[in-house]
């Protein structure tokens, strides 16, 4: 059950009033009953000393009925029980009953200290009266000699009444102090709730989307300073929130008028946010709610975002929606556990690299026949022996010749993107480069070079596309040999792991630091003249790095200057 903060100050105030009160009332009332008994036992005492003078020649004497008329006349007139007690403790005299029909009062406390000397008191019930009573006695003695206790008493039901009427005072007094004290408490409660249960409505309508709200406090207490903080804590955050909703517009219009497709998606794929430019792609304007799978059906997307929520990375996927291609990608935010999809249309880049690829594909095919021709024609005029033409002859061979090279590449390289399935088979690498080696043997001769091939006899054989591997290392070997004037060039071939670790070295000319970078690029050329000189193309290179890549291999360079150079390659096994 909720307690209000004011029934929880006011029910301690209640508490706290009432036991104090109590507290207060049972300490009054026996502090003024001690008081009461105290006084009454002075002034009894002091009677029993008067009474004393009378009473004792007549003990002294024996004089006992005497004696006894005489307490009894005394009893009757001052109101008080009047008891004459022999030291053995038999009584002598009693205003209120005959002397000798009563028991022995040796035992009784007051008795006892009145014969030793003292003023015995006691507060007792009479078994002889039959009531409660206060006893003061004294001893009655002459010189040293104890002659007797006399003892006077009091109806303790007297006391007991005036008391009473005390106590119904004092409780009427202590009902209107508690009257009063609650009354003040309840102000005082309220006081402190009130402030308290303002500030909770004013918080709820804040939590609500209020932020109008404003607490007017004057009090200068800690509750004042509360309801100041909170008023400039609502202005803060009514600031923040009309800046973030400033903000989220200008996103909103923003994100609504890129072209790429955005959605949102939370872990299980559900569609929590997207720009219109993504209900286009998918033909669909009510996506709100709905699967990204009852959309796109894709399983390469299918396929990434399962990898992303995993990985807690972003990637990258090429995919086709509507039969058009977008790159799709996708991040996780692992904070809100969502996940962002971009896709970004390619359909006409891709259709334009595939007219530029088809074009140069063409290009190259036209131009194979004519070229073919004309180095033919040459040939034929070569033969005809004239020391004059001969010259210009040469030229134009050379330039053909140049000419059908880069044509050749061009439409090697043509066919590699267009079919880029791997024909797979078992390679033996070893054959494979001795194969390749017999080619360049006559090369190798004329340049006095040595050849290496350091590779085990029971090297296994690799899952590779043989005729694509060759072209990789004719390019590779015929590299090395065009930049190699003396020393060789070494293969090495090693297994690491589950991959076939390749590398093609020479002692030629090498590479500056600042081309490395730039070499497995199409048409590029460290020195212009010498390439052209050699017969290269600057496309070697570059279908090398294409036929490690359509193998899912790795390929890297490193040369020093006069030094040779180093190709690596780490083919999947
Ligand atoms: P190219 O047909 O001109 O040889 P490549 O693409 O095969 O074209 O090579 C690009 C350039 O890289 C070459 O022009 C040459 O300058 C440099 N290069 C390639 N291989 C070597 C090598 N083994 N030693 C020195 N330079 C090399």
């Known amino acids: ?76 007139e001052i109101g008080t029980r009047i008891t004459i007690i022999a030291p053995d403790g038999m009584v002598l005299a009693d205003s209120e009953k005959d002397p000798k029909a009563m028991e022995n009062h040796s035992t009784r406390l007051e008795i006892i200290q009145a014969l030793e000397g003292k003023t015995g008191k006691s507060i007792r019930f009479s078994r002889t009266i039959k009531e409660e009573m206060l006893y003061v006695a004294i001893p009655i003695n ?87 903080s909170f008023n400039y804590m609502v202005t803060q955050i009514k ?69 992303i929520g995993r990985e807690n990375t972003v990637a990258n996927e090429e995919i086709e929606i509507n039969e058009r291609n977008y790159i799709c990608s996708a991040a996780f935010l692992s904070s809100a556990e969502q996940i962002v999809l971009t896709l970004h249309d390619i359909t006409e880049i891709l259709q334009v690299t595939k007219m530029k690829k088809d074009f140069v594909a063409n290009v190259s095919h036209e131009l194979r ?31 053909t010749d140049r000419l059908i090279n880069i044509v050749q590449d061009l439409q090697l390289l043509s066919e590699l993107e267009e079919k880029e399935n791997l024909e797979l088979e078992n390679v033996n690498l070893q054959k494979l480069v001795n194969n390749i080696f017999k080619m360049f043997n006559q090369r190798l001769t004329e340049k006095n070079l040595y050849f290496k091939l350091n590779i085990a006899d029971n090297f296994p054989v690799i899952r590779a596309d043989s005729f694509k591997l060759e072209q990789m290392f004719i390019n590779l070997i015929d590299n090395a040999l065009k930049y190699t004037e003396k020393g060789g060039i070494t293969i090495t071939v090693d297994q690491i792991n589950s991959s076939v670790k390749i590398g093609i070295e020479d002692t030629g000319i090498g590479i500056s630091g600042e081309h490395l970078s730039r070499i497995f690029e199409r048409f590029y050329v460290v020195d212009k003249s010498r390439s052209r000189k050699m017969g290269g193309t600057g496309l070697g290179l570059a279908i090398v790095k294409h ?27």
């Open 547 to 573: 036929i490690v890549q359509v193998h899912k291999g790795e390929i890297k360079i490193e040369s020093k200057v006069n030094k040779g150079s180093k190709v690596t390659i780490i083919l999947p096994r």
């Open 1 to 76: 059950m909720k307690r209000s903060v004011f029934f929880k100050i006011f029910s301690g105030y209640l508490l706290i009033t009432l036991l104090l009160s109590v507290l207060i009332l049972v300490f009054t009332f026996a502090t003024i009953k001690d008081h009461y008994i105290q006084t009454l036992t002075n002034d009894l005492k002091n009677l029993a000393t008067t009474l004393k003078l009378k009473v004792t020649p007549l003990v002294r004497e024996n004089q006992f009925d005497k004696l006894d008329t005489l307490v009894k006349e005394l009893g009757a």
């Open 142 to 228: 002459e010189e040293d000699a104890v002659l007797g206790v006399l003892r006077v008493s009091l109806f303790l039901s007297e006391i007991n009444g005036l008391l009473n009427n005390l106590k119904t005072k004092i409780l009427q007094i202590a009902i209107i102090i508690i009257a009063v004290s609650l009354f003040v408490a309840a102000i005082f409660s309220k006081s402190l709730s009130k402030p308290i249960g303002e500030l909770v409505n004013a918080s709820h309508r804040v939590a609500a989307g209020d932020f109008d709200v404003m607490i007017l406090s004057k009090r200068k207490d800690e509750l004042g300073e509360l309801a100041e």
């Open 239 to 307: 600031k923040l929130v009309t800046e973030l909703s400033l903000e989220k517009e200008a996103l909103n219009i923003i994100i609504a008028s890129i072209q790429e497709g955005i959605v949102v998606l939370d872990k299980k794929g559900k569609i929590l946010l997207s720009n219109n430019s993504f209900g286009k792609i998918v033909n669909n304007t009510a996506v709100k709610g709905k699967f990204y799978w009852e959309l796109i059906r894709s399983l390469k997307l299918g396929k990434l975002i399962g990898n």
């Open 369 to 399: 026949t004519p070229l073919t021709a004309i180095k033919g024609f040459v040939e034929t005029l070569e033969q005809e022996k004239n020391v004059k033409t001969k010259h210009y002859l040469d030229i134009i061979k050379r330039h």
